[in-house]
C-alpha cells in the first residue's frame, strides 16, 4: 500500500528566503512517480514537480527542486527566494507502478510567507 | 482545451436528498479521477477509470455512492441518500494515461456539496 507522510501542519517563510516542506513515503514497490501539487486560498489543485522513481537527478521547475533521497524515501519540496504569492497548502502525492495509476495525497503543509 | 470542467461548483442540499456531480475531462485524457477533500486535509481518493472502465473503488466510498463514465468521456459521481458527512469538496482530476512517465493528474475547481 501507497502512503504518503507530511509532519509540517504549517510553516513560515520570510519573503526572498528559501524553504523546505517535507515529505516522506512508503511504498514497496521499485516504480513510482512523486508530485507537488500547490492550493492556494481559491481552491484550484496545481501541479508543481514530478519526480520518476529511475530519474538519476532531481527534479526541478524554476523556484521549485525536489530533493529526492530514495534510500531514506524522501522527496521534499525546496522553494527559493520565497514570495507572498507562494502563500498556500503545498501536498506531497504518490502514484503507483506501471498501469496501477492511483494517486495518493498527504495531508498537506500550510504555507505563509511573512513581508 | 478548457482544462476539467466540474458542475455544479456549488451544491447545497437536504440530508437524505440524492445529489449527482459532472466532469468533464481534458479530451485526450483516458484516465478520470475523483477525489474528496474536506477542510485542512488532503485529497482522498475515491475512483478511477481508465477509459470507460473503473479500475479501481476506495473502500472509503459507501454503497451510496457511485460513479460511471459511460463513454470513456465525462463522469458522473452521484451519492444518494446524503448525510452531513458527506459535506466536501469532491474533486474530478484527468490524466493522459500513459504506463510509463509523469502522468500529471490535471484538477477541475471541484464541486462543494454542503448537505444540512
Known amino acids: 500500500a501507497q502512503k504518503i507522510t507530511q509532519t509540517q501542519p504549517g510553516m513560515f517563510v520570510q519573503e526572498k528566503e528559501a524553504v523546505t516542506l517535507d515529505c516522506t513515503y512508503d511504498?514497496?514497490?521499485?516504480?513510482?512517480?512523486l508530485f507537488w501539487y500547490k492550493q492556494p486560498s481559491s481552491g484550484e489543485m496545481i501541479f508543481l514537480i514530478y519526480q520518476g522513481s529511475y530519474d538519476q537527478q532531481n527534479a526541478t521547475e524554476g523556484r521549485y527542486s525536489l530533493n529526492f533521497q530514495k534510500a531514506r524515501k524522501s522527496a521534499n519540496l525546496v522553494i527559493s527566494a520565497s514570495q507572498l504569492g507562494d502563500s498556500a497548502m503545498y501536498f506531497c502525492a504518490m502514484r503507483g507502478p506501471g498501469g496501477y495509476q492511483k494517486v495518493t495525497f498527504g495531508t498537506g503543509t500550510k504555507l505563509q510567507v511573512i513581508p | 482545451d478548457t482544462g476539467v470542467s466540474q458542475d455544479p461548483r456549488h451544491k447545497i442540499t437536504k440530508r437524505g436528498q440524492n445529489v449527482t456531480f459532472r466532469c468533464d475531462p481534458i479530451s485526450e485524457h483516458n484516465r478520470l479521477y475523483w477525489y474528496r477533500q474536506t477542510l485542512g486535509q488532503g485529497p482522498e481518493f475515491l475512483t478511477y477509470?481508465?477509459?470507460?472502465?473503473?479500475?479501481?473503488k476506495s473502500r472509503l466510498l459507501s454503497d451510496r455512492f457511485s460513479a460511471e463514465r459511460p463513454k470513456g468521456s465525462f463522469s458522473t459521481l452521484e451519492i444518494q441518500r446524503t448525510e452531513q458527512g458527506d459535506s466536501a469538496m469532491y474533486l474530478c482530476?484527468?490524466?493522459?494515461?500513459?504506463?510509463?512517465?509523469?502522468?500529471?493528474?490535471?484538477f477541475g475547481a471541484g464541486s462543494r456539496l454542503t448537505v444540512l
Open positions: 482530476a484527468s490524466s493522459v494515461g500513459h504506463n510509463s512517465g509523469a502522468n500529471v493528474l490535471t
Open positions: 511504498t514497496s514497490d521499485p516504480s513510482y512517480g
Open positions: 477509470f481508465q477509459n470507460e472502465a473503473q479500475l479501481e
